[in-house]
């Protein structure tokens, strides 16, 4: 008699799961799109991303969900069109009870602003781009070169972060500029001089390197007395003045050894060198 009560309560459950799935899928299919609630996860006092910019978003790629039937809503195909924004980094898009669709998005958040001739934008830490714009202003960093897939922006990121947790040098680096990916360079805010990184490696020995320079070289040889200084090679830094080379040897010795001087960059020369930037130095932020 227990046993049949026990199945008898198995079959009752059964049957009303069983109706309350279909109940479901048939008010999925009927139950209409009442509200659609747009949630931005980082917004704080640089928002550039509003709910109503969102909403507008939507309606310029011809996606309408009030009023639509929930069924049909394709929340996966809005998150894959809202993600092409050069202005958001996440998008989740949730179907929800009574006929409401939520939508929470993360704006970029900026790690770098780069110029690259008359075009300027900032970059995220995965890479993604947004057009820098006169209505929006982010305290990052400042790059001046041109980068490519091959060689993205966000190749210096092993140097920022260090300059950016180093108080001094945060104080001392106004801007980075790139002529290749084996010439990057640092502009400090005073002195008149560039500093030569050559590629973005063994970042910390290189800043040890210069920070020994400006305590025991330039005190005594003048702030002024060179144009560009060189960290890019193991065991010495090579100082330009503006007619010669002079190279100074360093009791310094880094564990890992960088490639090796070429002939032509240290041979004393009567010519500048060549930079791909403005000796002007730039504020750090425009």
Known sequence: ?????????????????????????????????????????????????TQQGVLDELAKLGITMKGKSMNDIDATLVEEKLRRSEYLEKVDCVKGQEGVVTIKVSQLVPVLRVFDGNDSYYVN???????????????VPVVQGHFTAAYPATRLMPMVDFVERDS??????????????????????IYGHVVNMGPVTDVATKFAKLKLFYSKVLPEKGWQTYDTISVKWSHQVVATKRQKAVKVELAYDPEDDEQMPDEQTMAVSDEKPTLAIDKKQKPKNN
């Open 1 to 49: 008699m227990k046993h049949l009560v026990q199945n008898i309560l198995l079959l009752v459950l059964a049957g009303l799961l069983v109706a309350g799935i279909l109940w479901a899928r048939h008010k999925a299919h009927t139950q209409v799109c009442q509200r659609v609630d747009v949630v931005i996860e980082n917004a704080d006092s640089s928002v550039f991303v």
């Open 125 to 139: 830490r995965d890479g993604k781009r947004m057009t820098a714009t006169a209505s929006y202003h982010a305290d």
């Open 168 to 189: 001094l040098l945060h104080s001392l680096v106004t801007m980075y500029s790139v002529a290749d990916s084996n010439n990057v360079f640092v502009v400090p805010g």
